[in-house]
RNA sequence: GGCGAGUUACCCAAGCGGCCAAAGGGAUCUGACUGUAACUCAGCUGUGUUACCACUUCGGGGGUUCGAAUCCCUCACUCGCCA
């Protein structure tokens, strides 16, 4: 394999791989299908002439998140193959909520959720072209909902829906067996979700929909409707959820979500997750997260079983997707970063510039002279208290540029500031962060 | 509507007048090992400038007491059993 941070490395160019019979096919083999409506006739749908499909994000934050992301290639493998895409907000489901298993959700401001819709629509936008006759088109679900009056909308959509049906989701039953209980606002979300499947089916003959499994309840819910206004049998495709092999949560970092937005997660930060893949996980992820062939992916599983020490795997991995979502100049400096940073040399031995955009890339102090490090430790975010921070140097936990701190009393003292550009804290064994002076 | 049980730190869960900042387990975090791993072993885990010193904490509020997570009253919520 070629070096990554060559400068001639480049991401591959998203294509589907043409070796398999069908993009059902391929779509298979990369385990995106979990679930889905008649698996022969989306086959055949597929294969055929370009149709319509959409996939919803709701408001739910600033910034979509890695499990978003896994929808998003998704929409992109289908509209490399010539289907057009439709990419919905959710201006009027995210004002509802959609019914987590455990607990009632706390609504957001209308301003907010409507800040948060323009936000996803520019992410969105970035993983789908907009080039051709099946350029990706945006729709906003509070388009259509907010003209419906209550009485309209209980006339035309809740006419076809049964309570019993609704009942049985699992989202809704979950709900109903706990503690929590669940608000009529929220029972009433598969109705939100199924009328913008109906509506986009009328406006865009859009006949399929994705998502997460999670949500197979509300995709349904929209492929029922639609039967019933209609009498058209469309589709749905659920997603797996991304898990990981030992059982803890896909996409979260030390409990934090892994965000898109390069401001929430930097790119370096974003690198690093993937970077820390277990092997066990790598080759599921290539599968699901790149568009790397079927030949290279088996290449690569190879070399993860023979020479796991090399991490190749999750090089690539880490190199494709950062890619992917910050693009190759932000992919290479965090590589840069990652390498100056993780590397066994000596820090001080730097040059400038490679060290200015190392530490640009992490979380950042301000500290003067004389400072103590306990204190710059919370305020790089390190740890939470000085407490905490005393507790870690005198467990040998903490590094002033790749050199353990021996005391909790030491301060940040001249020498440390390397070639006149800042200083690198670090705690454990992974967990970096920048020093620089104020002044 | 009646009777009974319960609400403890990130989660589960002991404690039932002082020795309780609060057992134990899980989880996180740190160290050794290592591949910036996994497994395993060890340690930390309320806050405070370095502390057997102070402060905040045991559902909310109010009492009793030299002293309360522990006793009393009250409010809220949860769970059983009987109507």
């Not at 069908?22 to 995106?32: A, I, N």
Request: glycine share 10%.
């Amino acid at each position: 394999m070629s070096d990554l941070t060559d400068e001639a490395a480049t991401p591959v160019v998203p294509r589907n791989d043409a070796t398999f019979e069908s993009l059902w096919d391929e779509l298979v083999w990369r385990g995106l299908i979990h679930v889905s409506t008649d698996a022969e006739a989306l086959r055949e749908l597929l294969q055929g002439d370009p149709i319509t499909y959409y996939c919803g994000f709701d408001p739910t934050a600033p910034s979509l998140h890695l499990g978003n992301l896994v929808q998003l290639l998704f929409m992109r493998r289908l509209q490399l193959a010539g289907h057009r895409p439709l990419g919905l907000v959710g201006g009027s489901t995210g004002l509802v909520g959609d019914p987590r298993p455990t607990a009632e959700r706390t609504l957001n401001t209308k301003e907010t959720v409507a800040e948060w819709v323009g936000y996803l629509g520019a992410q969105i936008q970035r993983f789908l072209s907009a080039e051709g006759s099946n350029g990706v088109r945006m729709v906003n679900n509070l388009d259509w909902t907010a003209p419906l009056s209550a009485i309209d909308f209980l006339r035309d959509v809740g006419k076809y829906y049964r309570v019993g049906t609704m009942l049985k989701k699992d989202a809704v039953s979950a709900r109903l067996n706990s503690e929590a209980g669940i608000s009529y606002t929220e029972f009433s979300y598969q109705l939100l979700q199924g009328l913008d499947y109906l509506e986009l089916y009328r406006q865009y003959d859009c006949v399929l929909q994705s998502g997460g499994s999670d949500q197979w309840g509300n995709l349904t819910s929209g492929t029922d409707l639609i039967h019933r206004a209609e009498g058209v049998r469309v589709h749905a495709i659920g997603t797996p959820l991304i898990t990981n092999s030992d059982g803890t949560k896909f996409g979260k970092s030390e409990g934090n979500a892994i965000w898109l937005d390069p401001d929430l997660v930097s790119p370096y930060g974003f690198y690093q997750f993937w970077v820390n893949t277990e092997d066990a996980d790598v080759v599921a992820r290539l599968k699901v997260f790149t568009f790397l062939s079927r030949a290279e992916i088996e290449r690569i599983a190879e070399l993860v079983v023979r020479e796991p020490f090399r991490r190749e795997g999750q090089k690539r991995l880490a190199f494709e997707v950062t890619s992917t979502v910050h693009g190759v100049e932000a992919t290479r400096a965090a590589i840069a970063a990652s390498q100056a940073l993780f590397g066994q040399g000596d820090l001080a031995r730097l040059d400038a510039a490679t060290l200015d955009s190392a530490l640009a890339a992490l979380p950042r102090a301000i500290g003067s002279l004389g400072m103590p490090l306990t204190q710059l430790l919370v305020d790089a975010g390190l740890t939470k208290s000085l407490g905490e921070s005393r507790r870690a140097i005198e467990q040998g936990g903490v590094y002033l540029n790749n050199v353990t701190v021996g005391s909790a009393d030491a301060v940040l003292t001249a020498d440390a500031i390397l070639v006149g550009v800042g200083a690198v804290l670090r705690r454990g064994k992974r967990t970096l962060a920048a020093v620089t002076l104020a002044d």
